[in-house]
């Protein structure tokens, strides 16, 4: 059985990637594929390194029933032979990943979160950071991750063999 292995990035991994984490792991759970996709998230910084995802995060996702959870870490080089796949939420993190990837077919697993939205269309593919911005950032975040992840959804089930 053919699996995938998704690490969402960030800067700080204590907003927008545990909740792309907490998103696709509820759909990967709708959809019946938990033992064939499995799911991390990390920062391209070190300094909230070992901390709970934000409130704030936490908060807006339960208000729509999703879970965020774990401890923020920072993304290494070993993730590049770990996962198939590492989603930036905006394309800073994306330089950076590609910056630290090994080689040029590690790099090539770096993709921009919202490059799955098909809604999304060519412009502005960031996920914007909700951590100095208002509530309503952190619902605006939930609204563009969760559109993205399910086109993700639908990319990883040709890769595991899922209809």
Known sequence: MACARVLFVCLGNICRSPTAEGVMRGLVADAGLSDRIEIDSAGTGGWHVGASPDPRS?????????????????VRRADFDAFDLLVALDGANARDL?????DDEAAAKVRLLREFDRAAGGGDLDVPDPYYGGEDGFGHVLDLVDAACRGLLDELRGRVGAA
């Open 58 to 74: 936490v908060a807006a996702a339960a208000a729509r029933g999703i879970v965020l959870a774990g401890a923020a870490r920072k």
């Open 98 to 102: 590609r910056r630290l990837a090994p």
